[in-house]
């Protein structure tokens, strides 16, 4: 069974406190990310899965996978650099 309206937006809230915590040693968590890529350690973190509701189909929900901060980040940084290298491809 689904997650009613009100967990929802208590699990929204609570990414919004983890993406705060981030930001406050935003420096010394790159470093640390830069670091475990260089040296082949790092290790993406479980993905959260929600189930949120279906848009216009009431009582029903879907799956919703929701990665960590940290491989957000390094998925956007990685994101960046081929958009850059395969912008001169194409």
Do not use: H
Request: aromatic share 4%.
């Amino acid at each position: 069974m689904g997650k009613s309206q009100g967990e929802t937006v208590a699990v929204a809230a609570s990414m919004g406190r983890v993406s705060k915590r981030f930001e406050q040693g935003l420096n010394d968590n790159l470093q640390r990310l830069q670091e475990e890529l260089r040296t082949n350690r790092y290790q993406p973190q479980p993905v959260r899965r929600v189930n949120i509701p279906k848009a216009g189909k009431p009582g029903e929900w879907r799956p919703l996978g929701i990665p960590a901060i940290i491989d957000r980040v390094c998925q956007q940084a990685l994101r960046n650099r081929l958009e850059a290298d395969l912008r001169t491809t194409f």
